[in-house]
């Protein structure tokens, strides 16, 4: 079976997973910038990781799975700044199920873990929450605060390890 593990990654936390993920795999993993001449028929199975912008996966990387996914046996894995599980991490799985089923894709594998919020997003959204205090939203909580705190320390050494058990024995 031949695989490969594509991917985006803003601050390394989806690039650290991408590279679990491709040598549990034992494949490459690319940064999708540079897979614009890769043809995707060659692999039976495709990997793919992303981190969360805004409820999805960030804009260009979203555009090169529907132009370039398509009819594959795919497996998928997030990163995002939320805790994992809870509402925000089983929305950006199912929306992420969604995305490849929309071009034919047969999802055999899913992972999601929590990651560092790059700090220029964290930066951001303390802006926000001083000019809107009052909008849930945004709002700089205790909870808020100390989730941030705690996402900095993810994804750790157990993340990694669910990781590789996650595309553990994939067969086409």
């Known amino acids: 079976m031949k695989s490969i593990v594509i991917y985006t990654s803003k601050s390394g936390n989806t690039r ?3 590279e679990a993920v491709a040598g549990e795999l034992g494949c490459e993993a690319l940064n999708f910038a540079e897979a ?5 028929d060659e692999f039976d199975f495709v990997a793919l990781g992303y981190y969360i912008d805004q409820g999805s996966p960030e804009k260009e990387f979203k555009k090169f799975i529907t132009q370039n996914v398509k009819n594959k046996k795919v497996g998928f894995f997030i990163t995002l700044g939320a805790d994992v599980p809870g509402a925000h991490a089983t929305q950006a799985v199912e929306q992420g199920r969604e995305l490849f089923a929309q071009n034919g894709n047969e999802v055999l594998r899913t992972f999601i873990c929590q990651g560092a919020i790059a700090p220029e997003v964290i ?20 909870e ?4 941030w705190e705690r996402a900095k320390t993810h994804p750790d050494e157990a993340d990694i390890k669910a990781a ?6 994939v067969e086409i």
């Open 16 to 18: 650290k997973v991408a």
């Open 36 to 40: 614009d001449e890769l043809n995707l």
């Open 123 to 142: 930066e951001q959204l303390k802006k926000l929450g001083k000019a809107m205090p009052d909008d849930p939203r945004f709002a700089l909580t205790p």
């Open 144 to 147: 808020r605060l100390e989730r």
């Open 164 to 169: 590789k058990e996650a595309f553990r024995g």
